[in-house]
């Protein structure tokens, strides 16, 4: 079993692992091939692979003429650990080396209560969901609701998260958990958890939108996350999209949060229910809960014409955001994902149909706009992917 | 002299190559330092690269304790040709290894004509500057004003440009001079000549805005350009900035390019002009001339009120879309250029005003937004450092 704190111990070693992480079991020809080595040295760095404990032999690959090829793959005892803490929730996955989910578990929580209280209460999910698996941590990815210093580890002037601030999230839960963690943006994480397992495995260069209770952007490219000189880009919540739009909490007005995302569409259809345009949301705000992003979308399906058409505008704000991100940047593919993509159909077909006409040709002519085919488990896969990322890694 | 076509042999004669590009003269020693070779593989690196034409040794540096070792320079016979063609006019120049400029010229234009008689004028062009100087081509670069197949090394699809559209410039010039050639977007190469001479020299992401008759962005992505999955990345010209503004070319209304730029501005004066709101560009379309952006600047530093609001209202435009793509890229450094940027001070201050205004605090807190300090010049360096860039490569 890999020691924790293991690492390979050359480029050639890093690349078989990454190979066998994201293509499964290889025959020892098939490694040598990808990386141009001589098959005498390809069998030294498999054998220190195993004695690291990061591979097993598995058997006997079919013949390519001549002997046949030691088949190789990932050592079934790898552990990484997925945490996506968001602003009201906590999950975590334990994944293997291949990052296949293994076991998960979910809790509510408050980001607001401080690290102190959310970090145990993460800890403490991380140790249940293990206690039903063998297998010791190799690793631990954290997704996190605002801007990330990776040097620090830490969330940098969060907003709405106070104590958060250059708080040591790495430090402290690689204490707690006796592994290595990396950090990121809940945006970026869930971005590489499309790269790895979604939609977006075999393309370079893409936007993964997140509609949450916030929005935000994670850009891909090259394959690699994207971040900008602080670690600020693909934050697009901020991006202006009416000039005499609500006041935004962070003090200017008509930002694209302000006028859509989870936060807004709630505030709009109390709104809605409170001044009798919609009967169904009004019911639904009578039964006693505050109303939320699922009840817009629930009474949207059931046809009540305010709340599709508070869906339909949404889906044109984020659309002008987006047909100048793509004019801008020429993805190749677009991905919707966070909770409010849940509204499905009626919010893709706007944000389709804005993008379409408002881009430059040449940068739609065969451009993918999609829902994320993960959904929730984007967050825990990507957390997953960012430490083997770091582990598979020479250092 | 290296004879035309040849590369070096390995990527350490290809890193030594730009190392000496963009650092100048270096001893064995320091080169051996920044690639980790032994010094006796050093100097059979070097020794080829002189045998190859690309290096001469130059005599000997100072003692860093022990044996004094050789100094290495470039060849100074070393050629590269950039060529600017803009819709009216050819800038050409030739540098030496270094992307010096040792000679340079310039011709009126006009893209419409068809690929055929411009190229044979920039043909011309190039041959006239070259009788003036020894040395033999190694490579020339070519900026166009259009989205660019760097695969085709042609233009695909360009506006108002007849006959361009996948026409073979690369291959046609490259048999026209009789060395490589490399063939990229005007606003890219641009942005190369920033990375390789301007303010962007120590930066590694950042954007190249160029406000010409049109506007278009260059994106570097840790050092190298962005140019998205069908090269058309950056082209913000068609972004909306208004959804009641001008029809634009593209057929949309409102776009960044309809409100502001060369062409835009343009027409602005000559409507301020013929319905009497500014006396002073009244008088200059009377002297015969049309009017354009040139006469706009002019009558704002005269203290026309008219002219200062147009030069004020284009910047806010332009800083509204900076804003959003701030945000959104997190970039190190914005560098504002083209024709258009020498409106100067009240430009920029506008453009500073708005973006500091309405990005996010993280994204802008030591982001520095400035003129171009080449100017002029950025297109012929940078068309330079793009052939350079692929000669200094192994193939």
Known sequence: MARVGTRPENRHQARFLRILRDSGPQSRAELGDAVELSK?????????????????????????????????????NLR?????????????AVLDGELNLLGQDRAETDVRLGPGPVLDQATD???????????????????????????????????????????PIRDVLGAALG?????????????????????????RDLLFVKIGTGIGCGIVVGGEIYRGVNGSAGDIGHIQVDGHGPV??????????????????????????????????????????????????????????????????????????LASLVSFFNPGLVVIGGGVAGLGHPLLAEIRSVVYRRSL???????????????????????????????????
């Open 248 to 321: 935004c909490a962070c003090g200017n007005t008509g930002c694209l949060e302000a006028a859509f995302g989870g936060a807004a569409l709630a505030r709009d259809a109390e709104a809605a229910a409170r001044s009798g345009r919609s009967d169904w949301l009004a019911e639904r705000l009578l039964a006693g809960n505050p109303l939320s992003a699922r009840d817009v979308g629930a009474a949207a399906d059931a046809g009540d014409p305010v709340s599709l058409a508070l869906v339909r505008d949404g889906g044109t704000r984020i659309g002008k955001v």
């Open 80 to 92: 990484f650990v997925g945490v996506d803490i968001g602003a009201t929730s906590i999950d975590v």
């Open 179 to 203: 592994a290595p963690v990396m950090v990121d943006n809940d945006v970026n994480v869930m971005a590489l958890g499309e790269l790895h397992a979604g939609t977006a495995r075999s393309v």
């Open 361 to 395: 040709p040449l940068a739609t002519g065969n451009l993918p706009i999609v829902l994320s085919e993960l959904g929730g488990t984007a967050g825990v896969v990507g957390a997953g992917r960012l430490i083997s990322d770091s582990v598979f890694a020479t250092n």
């Open 125 to 167: 999910l991380v140790a249940k969901v293990r206690a039903e698996l063998d297998g010791t941590i190799t690793g631990v990815g954290v997704g996190v609701p605002g801007p990330v210093s990776q040097a620090e580890g830490a969330l940098v002037a969060p907003p709405i998260m106070p104590g958060w601030s250059r708080f």
């Open 40 to 76: 005498s040295k390809v069998a030294i760095e498999v054998e220190r692979l195993a004695e690291l404990g990061f591979v097993d032999v598995v058997g006997l690959a079919a013949s390519r003429g001549g002997r046949r090829s030691q088949m190789v793959a990932l050592s079934q």
